[in-house]
């Protein structure tokens, strides 16, 4: 019923004010003061786990990696290194061995 | 839908900005309980993300990353209207370190560069001081449908929910860059918000527009969003609303717009964001030696969102069919169906439309002619007359997917 009226209203040059409403309503913007919630969830233990904590949990949290898809060790490693290179993330080359090693064990495709 | 045993993600409160020191990690055992996920029936990796609604002004969202969020749409949220409810609209930040708190007295847009007067508006100055314009837009994300990608690829595992439509209301971009008069020599207008990498070397997250699109009558700074201001995680109070092209560009919490006299070389301009320059950006994977190029404009794309995969119909007796689609950078031409696997197609019925770079509603009637399995597809051609290719897209970076949408149905 609905959807037959609609192209009538819109024939006839008619404002579609159903939804949304008038944005002219908008007059002024109200404060916000929100939570965000955040994730102390730590990665699976395991060999690696330390560096894994350590180094990844400071920009984004755990599920981020542990929705990845599984990817080949090579894929992994450019993972890793986009990390470093591009969003230069602090992480020593030892670290990035075991994030590498604990991703290609946890994720991997072989 | 499911209930399922999973890691559930432990949600705690925000406690400040740039907290998330490893120092302020606590080790805790995780309790075990029943949490619902959403399976996304995808082979190669896990593809059943947890429902969440925890987040302040959202509703029920997909989980697909806890910090900072990725908040996918619930896809049977299309098929409810053109106009996805702000409640539902999807989020995604690249940087965790958003304030969760914004005062509209302080707050201020500054304009600055190669203009002949810097300029630092208020939200008042913002909303009273211009024309106000609206306009019907997707914002979608470059990887959405990221999770379909064969073989997978890294990046936000998006089904197809890293999309959202909106009636978005503001001023133009135009207005408030005469205010400030640009100068002669200019070629991109480069935006920031207020949010910053956690890392102090890491690349602040910016996007740039050359100058002639930013001066389009098009490209908005909003302050609405179906008649009401943005949510918190959708960029409030401003944010720049560049219709037709990638979400990438949208940039949230609009705090900063520098008109540049050179070439954007930050990161998020000149090397990321980059797909294949190849006919519908795809490539063989494995392939190489082909150029990059930045994604810029949305694809056209179609859905049916009434029928899920999986569903039963009874065979022999007249079915209906709904949907929605988009054109991507213009509006939807037409819309056809195709019941026997893309052999032969129907045009459907397209409901009215509501800006030509939002979604368009679509329906139709079909009868399946025998019981078993039947393959249902749908294709959008836009009014560039450019139209969903039926093989797979792929790219290393999962960018840029409207290969035609299928959905298996069985016929009892």
């Known amino acids: 019923m609905l959807r037959a009226i609609l192209p009538m209203i819109a024939a006839l040059g008619l404002a579609l004010s159903l939804y ?91 | 839908m499911q209930d399922q045993d999973v890691p559930p993600p432990r949600l705690t409160r925000r406690a400040a900005l740039g907290r998330l020191g490893v120092a302020g990690l606590s080790l805790m055992s995780s309790p075990a309980f029943a949490q619902q996920t959403v399976d996304l029936h995808v082979p190669g990796g896990p593809s059943s993300p947890v429902i969440t609604t925890s987040y302040p002004q959202k509703g029920r969202m997909i989980l697909q990353r806890s910090s900072p969020p990725w908040l996918e749409t619930p ?10 409810p702000n409640d539902q609209h999807y989020v995604s930040w690249h940087w965790a370190t958003f304030p969760g708190d914004v005062n509209v007295d302080s707050y201020r847009l500054s304009v600055r560069g190669h203009v002949n007067q810097n300029l630092s508006l208020s939200l ?17 994300c470059a990887g959405n449908s990221r999770i379909y990608a064969q073989p997978r690829v890294a990046g936000a595992q998006w089904a197809n929910g890293g999309m959202s439509n909106a009636l978005w209301t503001g001023v133009r971009l135009r207005d408030v860059l005469d205010r400030a008069g640009v100068r002669a020599g200019a070629i991109q207008v480069r935006f920031g918000g207020v949010d910053e990498p956690v890392i102090p070397e890491a690349p602040k997250f910016l996007k740039s527009l050359p100058i002639d699109h930013a001066r389009d009558d098009e490209v908005m700074i909003a302050f609405g969003m179906n008649g009401e201001q943005l949510p918190l995680l959708n960029g409030f109070p ?12 949208w940039v949230k919490m609009l705090a900063d717009i520098e008109v540049l006299d050179q070439p954007d070389t930050n990161y998020w301009t000149a090397t990321g964001y980059r797909v294949p320059d190849t006919p519908h950006n795809t490539v063989k994977p494995g392939e190489a030696g082909f150029k990059l190029v930045p994604v810029t404009r949305n694809a056209p794309r179609s859905f049916i969102t009434k029928i899920r995969d999986g569903d039963s119909l009874p065979a022999g007796s007249p079915a209906s069919v709904r949907g929605i689609a988009f054109g991507g950078d213009c509006g939807v031409a037409r819309v056809d169906l195709s019941i026997d696997d893309g052999s032969s197609w129907q045009p459907t019925q397209l409901g009215a439309d509501q800006g030509k770079y939002g979604f368009r509603q679509w329906q139709a009637q079909f009868t399946l002619p025998a019981r078993g399995l039947h393959t249902l597809k749908v294709r959008c051609t836009n009014t560039s007359n450019e139209v969903q290719p039926a093989f797979w897209i792929w790219n290393p970076a999962g960018y840029m997917f409207n290969t035609i949408e299928t959905t298996h149905v069985v016929a009892t």
């Open chain 1, 20 to 110: 949304p409403v008038e944005a002219a309503s908008i007059t002024a913007l109200k404060s916000l003061k929100l939570d965000v919630p955040i994730s102390d969830a730590m990665f699976p233990p395991g060999p690696g786990s330390d560096a894994m904590n350590n180094n990844c949990l400071a920009c984004h949290s755990a599920d981020h990696v542990l929705n990845q898809p599984s990817l080949s060790r090579e894929a992994w490693l450019e993972v890793v290194n986009k990390m470093i290179t591009a969003y230069r993330a602090p992480v020593s080359p030892e670290d990035a061995k075991a994030i590498v090693d604990y991703l290609a064990r946890t994720k991997g495709t072989s």
């Open chain 2, 75 to 84: 896809f049977e949220v299309f098929d409810k209207g053109v106009f996805t």
């Open chain 2, 238 to 249: 401003l944010r720049l609303v560049v219709p037709g092209w990638c979400a990438v560009y």
């Open chain 2, 124 to 140: 008042t100055d913002t909303l009273q001081g211009f024309p106000r314009v609206e306009i019907a837009a997707v914002n979608q």
